[in-house]
């Protein structure tokens, strides 16, 4: 069975550092494109990021600004999402979810439980 499980979510002060991480299993991880997307109390869910299977290609929702990273180590099975200079607006759960195919952004076919984000001081 497809199993994504997101951890490193947390407490942080605006302008803090954090890396999610989502360990993924069930599936042939390395063939598959992955993504980042959030959801933000009182908000719908958006788009973080994206990565294609190899890793070589990435994309970020436009709020990001060049915040965020997006990686993944196939030989681990791990997805990461490294972010910078947290702001308060970043609140939200953060979801890893499967593509249907090798590029990102296509058909999210399974996501995980979420970890909680709060930026906050």
């Known amino acids: 069975e497809v199993q994504l499980v997101e951890s490193g979510g947390t407490l942080v002060q605006p302008g803090g550092s954090l890396r999610l991480s989502c360990a993924a299993s069930g599936f042939m991880f390395s063939n598959y494109a992955m993504n980042w997307v959030r959801q933000a109390p009182g908000k719908g869910p958006e788009w973080v990021s994206g990565i294609n299977s190899a890793g070589s290609s990435t994309s970020n929702g436009e709020f990001v600004k060049g915040r965020f990273a997006v990686s993944r180590d196939n030989a681990k099975n791990t997805l990461y999402l490294q972010m910078n200079n947290l702001k308060p607006e970043d609140t939200a759960v953060y979801y890893c979810?499967?593509?249907?195919?090798?590029?990102?952004?296509?058909?999210?076919?399974?996501w995980g439980q979420g970890t909680q984000v709060t930026v906050s001081s």
């Open positions: 979810a499967k593509d249907r195919s090798n590029w990102y952004s296509t058909d999210l076919t399974n």
